[in-house]
Protein backbone atom coordinates (compact mmCIF):
# COMPACT_ATOMS: atom_id res chain seq x y z
CA UNK A 1 0.00 0.00 0.00
CA UNK A 2 2.80 2.48 0.24
CA UNK A 3 3.03 3.03 -3.43
CA UNK A 4 -0.71 3.90 -3.14
CA UNK A 5 -0.64 6.08 -0.49
CA UNK A 6 2.35 8.07 -1.91
CA UNK A 7 0.36 8.32 -4.91
CA UNK A 8 -2.55 9.60 -2.60
CA UNK A 9 -0.50 12.18 -0.99
CA UNK A 10 0.90 13.52 -4.43
CA UNK A 11 -2.46 14.33 -5.83
CA UNK A 12 -3.50 16.42 -2.52
CA UNK A 13 -0.20 18.04 -2.49
CA UNK A 14 -0.36 18.85 -6.05
CA UNK A 15 -3.53 20.87 -5.14
CA UNK A 16 -2.06 22.39 -1.88
CA UNK A 17 0.95 23.44 -4.49
CA UNK A 18 -1.75 25.26 -6.84
CA UNK A 19 -3.45 26.74 -4.09
CA UNK A 20 -0.34 28.22 -3.03
CA UNK A 21 0.83 26.27 -0.28
CA UNK A 22 4.12 25.12 0.30
CA UNK A 23 2.81 22.41 2.86
CA UNK A 24 -0.48 20.73 3.82
CA UNK A 25 -1.26 19.38 7.62
CA UNK A 26 -4.47 16.86 7.38
CA UNK A 27 -6.35 16.21 10.82
CA UNK A 28 -9.11 14.12 10.09
CA UNK A 29 -8.97 10.76 11.26
CA UNK A 30 -10.35 9.55 8.10
CA UNK A 31 -8.31 11.64 5.67
CA UNK A 32 -4.97 10.75 7.67
CA UNK A 33 -6.09 6.51 7.34
CA UNK A 34 -6.66 7.32 3.69
CA UNK A 35 -3.43 9.18 2.85
CA UNK A 36 -1.05 7.11 5.35
CA UNK A 37 -2.86 3.91 6.86
CA UNK A 38 -3.80 3.04 10.08
CA UNK A 39 -2.15 5.23 13.06
CA UNK A 40 -3.12 5.66 16.67
CA UNK A 41 -5.79 8.11 17.48
CA UNK A 42 -4.49 12.16 17.52
CA UNK A 43 -2.37 11.54 14.82
CA UNK A 44 -1.65 13.94 12.18
CA UNK A 45 0.11 14.48 8.51
CA UNK A 46 2.18 16.79 7.60
CA UNK A 47 3.09 17.07 4.17
CA UNK A 48 6.39 18.97 4.51
CA UNK A 49 8.56 20.29 2.48
CA UNK A 50 10.98 18.19 2.46
CA UNK A 51 9.53 15.40 3.69
CA UNK A 52 6.32 13.91 4.71
CA UNK A 53 5.81 12.56 8.31
CA UNK A 54 3.39 11.24 10.64
CA UNK A 55 3.13 13.48 14.08
CA UNK A 56 1.81 11.11 17.07
CA UNK A 57 0.79 11.59 20.84
CA UNK A 58 1.00 7.77 21.57
CA UNK A 59 3.72 4.97 20.12
CA UNK A 60 2.78 3.28 17.42
CA UNK A 61 1.09 -0.27 19.15
CA UNK A 62 3.76 -3.04 17.91
CA UNK A 63 0.73 -5.95 17.31
CA UNK A 64 -1.64 -3.40 15.46
CA UNK A 65 -5.19 -5.57 14.49
CA UNK A 66 -5.83 -3.27 11.18
CA UNK A 67 -1.90 -2.87 10.18
CA UNK A 68 0.63 0.06 10.64
CA UNK A 69 0.97 3.33 9.09
CA UNK A 70 3.30 3.60 5.77
CA UNK A 71 6.31 2.78 6.52
CA UNK A 72 8.25 5.69 3.81
CA UNK A 73 6.78 8.07 6.28
CA UNK A 74 8.98 9.69 9.26
CA UNK A 75 6.79 9.19 12.69
CA UNK A 76 7.46 12.44 15.06
CA UNK A 77 6.81 11.35 18.40
CA UNK A 78 5.66 13.83 20.91
CA UNK A 79 7.44 14.18 24.12
CA UNK A 80 4.42 13.90 26.57
CA UNK A 81 0.78 13.18 25.87
CA UNK A 82 -0.74 15.85 26.61
CA UNK A 83 0.42 17.61 23.45
CA UNK A 84 -1.28 18.72 20.40
CA UNK A 85 -0.03 16.87 17.55
CA UNK A 86 -1.66 19.51 15.16
CA UNK A 87 0.26 22.66 16.54
CA UNK A 88 3.45 20.32 17.16
CA UNK A 89 3.13 19.80 12.73
CA UNK A 90 2.99 23.33 12.28
CA UNK A 91 5.69 24.40 14.18
CA UNK A 92 8.17 21.75 12.17
CA UNK A 93 6.58 23.19 9.18
CA UNK A 94 7.50 26.20 10.38
CA UNK A 95 11.02 25.35 11.35
CA UNK A 96 11.73 23.72 7.78
CA UNK A 97 11.14 27.74 6.09
CA UNK A 98 7.56 26.97 4.93
CA UNK A 99 5.80 29.87 4.46
CA UNK A 100 2.12 28.71 4.32
CA UNK A 101 0.23 25.27 5.12
CA UNK A 102 -3.28 24.57 3.90
CA UNK A 103 -5.39 23.07 6.61
CA UNK A 104 -8.47 21.53 7.14
CA UNK A 105 -10.56 24.46 8.73
CA UNK A 106 -13.83 22.43 8.38
CA UNK A 107 -12.00 19.88 11.14
CA UNK A 108 -10.35 22.17 13.12
CA UNK A 109 -12.01 23.94 16.02
CA UNK A 110 -11.50 28.05 16.17
CA UNK A 111 -9.33 26.86 19.57
CA UNK A 112 -6.98 25.29 17.60
CA UNK A 113 -6.95 26.91 14.27
CA UNK A 114 -5.55 29.76 17.24
CA UNK A 115 -3.30 27.30 18.39
CA UNK A 116 -1.27 27.04 15.45
CA UNK A 117 -1.28 30.54 14.58
CA UNK A 118 0.39 31.38 17.55
CA UNK A 119 2.86 28.49 17.54
CA UNK A 120 3.92 29.74 13.58
CA UNK A 121 2.78 33.10 13.74
CA UNK A 122 5.36 33.68 10.36
CA UNK A 123 3.54 30.50 8.79
CA UNK A 124 0.41 31.44 6.58
CA UNK A 125 -2.70 29.06 7.01
CA UNK A 126 -4.75 28.28 3.92
CA UNK A 127 -7.90 26.10 3.92
CA UNK A 128 -7.30 23.04 1.46
CA UNK A 129 -11.37 22.99 2.23
CA UNK A 130 -12.28 19.03 1.15
CA UNK A 131 -9.52 18.06 -1.20
CA UNK A 132 -9.04 14.80 0.32
CA UNK A 133 -12.70 13.96 0.53
CA UNK A 134 -13.26 14.64 -2.80
CA UNK A 135 -10.21 11.95 -3.28
CA UNK A 136 -11.51 9.54 -1.68
CA UNK A 137 -15.01 9.33 -3.02
CA UNK A 138 -13.72 7.21 -6.59
CA UNK A 139 -12.81 3.76 -4.61
CA UNK A 140 -10.06 1.63 -6.24
CA UNK A 141 -10.60 -1.90 -6.02
CA UNK A 142 -8.55 -2.85 -2.63
CA UNK A 143 -11.12 -0.63 -1.28
CA UNK A 144 -14.06 -2.08 -2.86
CA UNK A 145 -12.62 -5.71 -1.71
CA UNK A 146 -13.16 -4.27 1.56
CA UNK A 147 -16.44 -2.87 1.71
CA UNK A 148 -17.19 -6.23 -0.07
CA UNK A 149 -16.14 -7.83 3.13
CA UNK A 150 -17.82 -5.62 5.28
CA UNK A 151 -21.08 -6.66 3.79
CA UNK A 152 -20.29 -10.32 3.73
CA UNK A 153 -20.16 -9.84 7.53
CA UNK A 154 -22.89 -7.72 7.59
CA UNK A 155 -24.84 -10.03 5.54
CA UNK A 156 -24.19 -13.08 7.93
CA UNK A 157 -24.95 -11.06 11.59
CA UNK A 158 -28.58 -10.05 10.12
CA UNK A 159 -28.89 -13.58 8.76
CA UNK A 160 -28.35 -15.54 12.18
CA UNK A 161 -30.86 -13.07 14.25
CA UNK A 162 -33.49 -13.72 11.68
CA UNK A 163 -33.11 -17.62 12.64
CA UNK A 164 -33.98 -16.98 16.06
CA UNK A 165 -36.73 -16.34 18.12
CA UNK A 166 -37.34 -12.75 18.06
CA UNK A 167 -41.18 -12.22 19.79
CA UNK A 168 -40.74 -11.00 22.94
CA UNK A 169 -37.25 -9.19 22.83
CA UNK A 170 -36.62 -5.59 22.90
CA UNK A 171 -35.42 -3.15 20.32
CA UNK A 172 -32.10 -2.65 22.47
CA UNK A 173 -31.89 -6.33 22.90
CA UNK A 174 -31.79 -7.56 19.30
CA UNK A 175 -29.16 -4.19 18.30
CA UNK A 176 -26.95 -5.59 20.96
CA UNK A 177 -26.86 -9.08 19.59
CA UNK A 178 -26.40 -7.97 16.01
CA UNK A 179 -23.27 -5.73 17.25
CA UNK A 180 -21.94 -8.97 19.13
CA UNK A 181 -22.54 -11.22 15.88
CA UNK A 182 -20.17 -8.25 13.29
CA UNK A 183 -17.53 -8.95 15.60
CA UNK A 184 -17.99 -12.26 16.11
CA UNK A 185 -17.40 -12.83 12.30
CA UNK A 186 -14.80 -10.91 12.04
CA UNK A 187 -15.78 -6.92 12.13
CA UNK A 188 -13.57 -4.25 13.81
CA UNK A 189 -16.96 -3.03 14.29
CA UNK A 190 -20.35 -2.08 14.00
CA UNK A 191 -19.72 0.91 11.14
CA UNK A 192 -22.39 2.99 13.03
CA UNK A 193 -25.10 2.92 16.18
CA UNK A 194 -27.11 -0.46 14.96
CA UNK A 195 -30.91 0.72 14.40
CA UNK A 196 -33.93 -2.00 15.16
CA UNK A 197 -37.14 -0.77 15.00
CA UNK A 198 -40.12 -2.43 16.01
CA UNK A 199 -44.02 -1.90 15.50
CA UNK A 200 -45.14 2.06 15.51
CA UNK A 201 -41.39 2.72 15.27
CA UNK A 202 -40.46 0.55 11.95
CA UNK A 203 -39.38 2.61 8.65
CA UNK A 204 -37.88 5.86 11.00
CA UNK A 205 -34.58 6.47 9.70
CA UNK A 206 -32.00 6.48 12.42
CA UNK A 207 -34.65 4.99 15.29
CA UNK A 208 -32.18 4.63 18.31
CA UNK A 209 -33.38 1.36 20.03
CA UNK A 210 -35.81 1.37 22.97
CA UNK A 211 -37.04 -0.93 25.83
CA UNK A 212 -40.61 -2.09 23.34
CA UNK A 213 -40.73 -6.05 22.89
CA UNK A 214 -41.38 -7.12 19.23
CA UNK A 215 -45.12 -8.34 18.99
CA UNK A 216 -46.67 -10.83 16.58
CA UNK A 217 -48.09 -8.71 13.33
CA UNK A 218 -45.12 -6.41 13.60
CA UNK A 219 -42.88 -4.74 10.89
CA UNK A 220 -39.55 -4.78 12.25
CA UNK A 221 -36.92 -2.58 10.43
CA UNK A 222 -33.17 -3.78 11.15
CA UNK A 223 -30.74 -1.16 9.71
CA UNK A 224 -26.76 -1.94 10.65
CA UNK A 225 -23.60 -2.14 9.23
CA UNK A 226 -19.93 -3.46 10.09
CA UNK A 227 -16.64 -1.92 9.64
CA UNK A 228 -13.62 -3.72 8.20
CA UNK A 229 -10.12 -2.59 7.78
CA UNK A 230 -11.85 0.91 8.28
CA UNK A 231 -14.35 0.59 5.84
CA UNK A 232 -18.23 0.66 5.98
CA UNK A 233 -21.22 -0.63 4.61
CA UNK A 234 -24.75 -0.55 5.45
CA UNK A 235 -27.59 -3.01 5.01
CA UNK A 236 -31.18 -1.94 5.92
CA UNK A 237 -34.24 -4.53 6.28
CA UNK A 238 -37.80 -4.88 6.80
CA UNK A 239 -39.87 -7.64 8.03
CA UNK A 240 -43.09 -8.99 9.35
CA UNK A 241 -43.10 -11.08 12.77
CA UNK A 242 -45.16 -14.11 13.25
CA UNK A 243 -47.64 -14.16 10.85
CA UNK A 244 -48.83 -13.63 7.52
CA UNK A 245 -48.40 -9.57 6.44
CA UNK A 246 -51.51 -7.63 6.64
CA UNK A 247 -52.83 -5.81 3.14
CA UNK A 248 -51.91 -2.76 4.00
CA UNK A 249 -48.29 -4.46 4.90
CA UNK A 250 -47.51 -5.80 1.78
CA UNK A 251 -49.11 -2.47 -0.32
CA UNK A 252 -46.47 -0.51 1.79
CA UNK A 253 -43.52 -3.22 1.62
CA UNK A 254 -43.98 -3.29 -2.80
CA UNK A 255 -43.79 0.56 -2.83
CA UNK A 256 -40.47 0.68 -0.96
CA UNK A 257 -39.09 -1.97 -2.96
CA UNK A 258 -40.18 -0.53 -6.01
CA UNK A 259 -39.08 2.91 -5.58
CA UNK A 260 -35.16 1.31 -4.44
CA UNK A 261 -35.49 -0.85 -7.19
CA UNK A 262 -35.62 2.46 -9.37
CA UNK A 263 -32.89 4.16 -7.64
CA UNK A 264 -30.84 1.15 -7.94
CA UNK A 265 -31.33 0.83 -11.76
CA UNK A 266 -30.31 4.32 -12.03
CA UNK A 267 -26.59 4.02 -10.75
CA UNK A 268 -24.44 4.25 -13.96
CA UNK A 269 -21.20 6.76 -14.11
CA UNK A 270 -22.26 9.92 -15.35
CA UNK A 271 -26.08 9.84 -13.64
CA UNK A 272 -26.84 12.67 -11.80
CA UNK A 273 -26.78 12.46 -7.83
CA UNK A 274 -30.71 13.69 -7.89
CA UNK A 275 -32.37 12.10 -10.77
CA UNK A 276 -30.84 8.61 -8.57
CA UNK A 277 -32.91 10.63 -5.96
CA UNK A 278 -35.85 11.30 -8.13
CA UNK A 279 -35.94 8.08 -9.47
CA UNK A 280 -36.90 6.84 -5.96
CA UNK A 281 -38.88 9.90 -4.81
CA UNK A 282 -40.90 9.66 -8.03
CA UNK A 283 -42.40 6.39 -7.07
CA UNK A 284 -43.33 7.63 -3.64
CA UNK A 285 -44.64 10.73 -4.05
CA UNK A 286 -46.85 8.88 -7.08
CA UNK A 287 -48.24 6.90 -4.26
CA UNK A 288 -49.03 9.98 -2.40
CA UNK A 289 -45.81 9.79 0.06
CA UNK A 290 -44.60 12.94 -0.81
CA UNK A 291 -45.07 14.34 3.19
CA UNK A 292 -42.18 13.33 5.60
CA UNK A 293 -39.87 11.20 3.41
CA UNK A 294 -36.03 11.50 4.24
CA UNK A 295 -33.98 14.77 2.77
CA UNK A 296 -31.75 12.43 0.93
CA UNK A 297 -32.27 8.44 -0.75
CA UNK A 298 -28.55 7.53 0.00
CA UNK A 299 -25.00 8.87 0.28
CA UNK A 300 -21.31 7.48 -0.48
CA UNK A 301 -20.01 4.98 2.02
CA UNK A 302 -15.91 4.01 2.74
CA UNK A 303 -13.74 4.94 5.86
CA UNK A 304 -17.02 7.18 6.80
CA UNK A 305 -19.97 5.84 6.79
CA UNK A 306 -21.67 9.12 5.47
CA UNK A 307 -19.60 10.38 2.92
CA UNK A 308 -19.57 12.51 -0.51
CA UNK A 309 -21.43 11.97 -2.84
CA UNK A 310 -25.12 13.11 -1.42
CA UNK A 311 -28.41 11.65 -3.83
CA UNK A 312 -30.68 14.51 -2.66
CA UNK A 313 -33.20 16.49 -4.75
CA UNK A 314 -30.35 19.41 -4.55
CA UNK A 315 -27.50 17.61 -5.11
CA UNK A 316 -24.72 18.95 -7.89
CA UNK A 317 -22.94 16.49 -9.19
CA UNK A 318 -22.60 13.14 -11.63
CA UNK A 319 -21.99 9.64 -10.47
CA UNK A 320 -18.30 7.95 -11.28
CA UNK A 321 -17.82 4.27 -11.68
CA UNK A 322 -16.08 2.64 -8.67
CA UNK A 323 -18.12 4.96 -6.42
CA UNK A 324 -20.17 2.98 -3.24
CA UNK A 325 -23.64 4.32 -2.50
CA UNK A 326 -26.40 3.19 -0.32
CA UNK A 327 -29.97 3.34 -1.74
CA UNK A 328 -32.17 3.45 1.10
CA UNK A 329 -35.73 4.65 0.66
CA UNK A 330 -38.22 4.59 3.46
CA UNK A 331 -41.92 5.27 4.13
CA UNK A 332 -42.94 5.39 8.06
CA UNK A 333 -46.93 5.88 8.58
CA UNK A 334 -47.08 7.57 12.31
CA UNK A 335 -48.40 5.54 14.66
CA UNK A 336 -48.54 2.29 12.56
CA UNK A 337 -44.93 1.71 11.15
CA UNK A 338 -43.19 1.63 7.93
CA UNK A 339 -40.48 0.16 5.96
CA UNK A 340 -37.02 0.66 5.04
CA UNK A 341 -35.16 -0.59 2.21
CA UNK A 342 -31.16 -0.15 2.14
CA UNK A 343 -28.69 -1.37 -0.03
CA UNK A 344 -24.66 -0.34 -0.32
CA UNK A 345 -23.73 -1.03 -3.94
CA UNK A 346 -21.07 -0.09 -6.44
CA UNK A 347 -21.62 1.94 -9.62
CA UNK A 348 -19.86 0.49 -12.34
CA UNK A 349 -20.56 0.62 -15.89
CA UNK A 350 -23.04 -1.32 -18.21
CA UNK A 351 -20.29 -3.13 -19.53
CA UNK A 352 -19.24 -4.20 -16.51
CA UNK A 353 -22.67 -5.92 -15.95
CA UNK A 354 -24.09 -2.74 -13.91
CA UNK A 355 -24.34 -1.38 -10.33
CA UNK A 356 -22.77 -4.47 -8.08
CA UNK A 357 -24.69 -5.37 -5.36
CA UNK A 358 -22.48 -5.86 -1.82
CA UNK A 359 -25.38 -6.38 0.58
CA UNK A 360 -27.39 -9.46 -0.29
CA UNK A 361 -29.53 -10.53 2.22
CA UNK A 362 -33.08 -10.81 0.35
CA UNK A 363 -35.40 -8.13 0.27
CA UNK A 364 -38.80 -10.65 -0.08
CA UNK A 365 -41.11 -9.69 2.72
CA UNK A 366 -40.54 -12.12 5.21
CA UNK A 367 -42.96 -13.44 8.17
CA UNK A 368 -40.10 -14.07 10.48
Not at 144 to 159: F, P, T
Not at 256 to 279: C, T
Request: hydrophobic share 40%; aromatic share 2%.
Amino acid sequence: MSEVHATRRARLRAHAQAGGSQSALVTSPANVRYLAGPAPQGTVLLLGRREDMLVCASPLDERPSEGRPDDTLRIHMLPGPDGDPAVAAADLASATGAESMAVEEHHLTVARHRALRSVAPTLRLTDIGGAVEQLRVVKDEEEISCLRIAAEIADQALGELLESILVGRTERHLALELERRLVDHGADGPAFATSVATGPHSGRGGHRPTDRRVEEGDFLSVCLGATYRGYRCEIGRTFVIGTSPADWQIELYDLVFAAQRAARESLAPGAAYRDVDRAARQVLDSAGYSEGLAPLTGHGVGLEIDEDPQLAPAAMGKLDACVPVTVEPGVHLPGRGGVRIDDTLVVRPEADGGPELLTITTKELLAL
